[in-house]
């Protein structure tokens, strides 16, 4: 029953974030560092990231040294995307296999040192479709779109249950092989030690006779 019951519970929180807002991260980054951020996202989903330098001044253009890398890998280490020193960009990609996805962003080191702000957006799953889009190019009801979006949802929920029972099944598989050698690490444990136990008597035994202690 422990597996239901968190496939549930898993359902709800992956349908209250897929039906919450996307909101634009906005981070600061020193120059000649490095920052990086993870997603987790299952097999065979649709990905897209938007990143840009936040101007300081409306005014005034972006300097030169405002720039910024980027790089976004799987969980093997596959790069996906990969950009330098670019002022802003995009992504988008369908995952092939499940895991954390990683993007690391870096400046050049500037003397003296700078700070630099940018707005980084990164959705996965029925977040990253553009469902305004969707409805424009079909020339469908506002219903018909809501509809589709929800059998995306329930898709992905469906999909989501049968990963983390995927998992909990691997974990379980992993807590009876480590069971197993726990096991038959005490047993051989315990034969060593009475062996050396035997051992230590045998040679007190010995050692009494020939001192004729005994």
């Known amino acids: 029953m422990a597996i239901p019951s968190l496939a549930l519970l898993s359902a709800l929180v992956v349908l209250c974030l897929l039906t919450s807002p996307v909101r634009c991260l906005r981070f600061d980054l020193q120059s000649g560092q490095i920052k990086c951020i993870s997603e987790e996202i299952k097999i065979?989903?649709?990905?897209?990231?938007?990143?840009?330098?936040?101007?300081?001044?409306?005014?005034?253009?972006?300097?030169?040294?405002?720039?910024?890398?980027?790089?976004?890998t799987s969980p093997y280490g596959e790069s996906m995307h990969s950009a330098e020193n670019v002022d802003s960009g995009s992504f988008a990609f369908v995952t092939k296999e499940a895991g954390d996805y990683l993007a690391c962003f870096w400046t050049p080191e500037h003397k003296p040192a700078a700070t630099i702000s940018f707005e980084f957006e990164w959705k996965s799953g029925v977040t990253a479709k553009d469902w305004s889009n969707?409805?424009?190019?079909?020339?469908?009801?506002?219903?018909?779109?809501?509809?589709?979006?929800?059998?995306?949802?329930?898709?992905?929920?469906?999909?989501?249950?049968?990963?983390?029972?995927?998992?909990?099944?691997?974990?379980?598989?992993?807590?009876?092989?480590?069971?197993?050698?726990?096991?038959?690490?005490?047993?051989?444990?315990?034969?060593?030690?009475?062996?050396?136990?035997?051992?230590?008597?045998?040679?007190?035994?010995?050692?009494?006779?020939?001192?004729?202690?005994?």
């Not at 649709?46 to 409306?58: C, D, F, L």
């Not at 969707?134 to 979006?149: D, I, S």
């Not at 995927?166 to 807590?175: G, K, L």
């Open 134 to 214: 969707v409805a424009k190019k079909g020339q469908v009801e506002l219903m018909e779109v809501e509809l589709k979006k929800l059998e995306d949802v329930v898709k992905s929920i469906h999909d989501e249950m049968f990963y983390l029972r995927s998992r909990e099944e691997e974990m379980q598989d992993m807590n009876r092989s480590t069971n197993t050698r726990m096991a038959w690490f005490g047993f051989l444990s315990l034969i060593l030690c009475l062996s050396v136990a035997g051992l230590q008597i045998w040679h007190l035994k010995t050692f009494f006779e020939r001192k004729k202690l005994l």
């Open 44 to 72: 065979n989903a649709m990905t897209v990231g938007k990143y840009s330098i936040a101007n300081p001044s409306e005014s005034v253009p972006l300097p030169e040294s405002h720039r910024v890398s980027i790089k976004v």
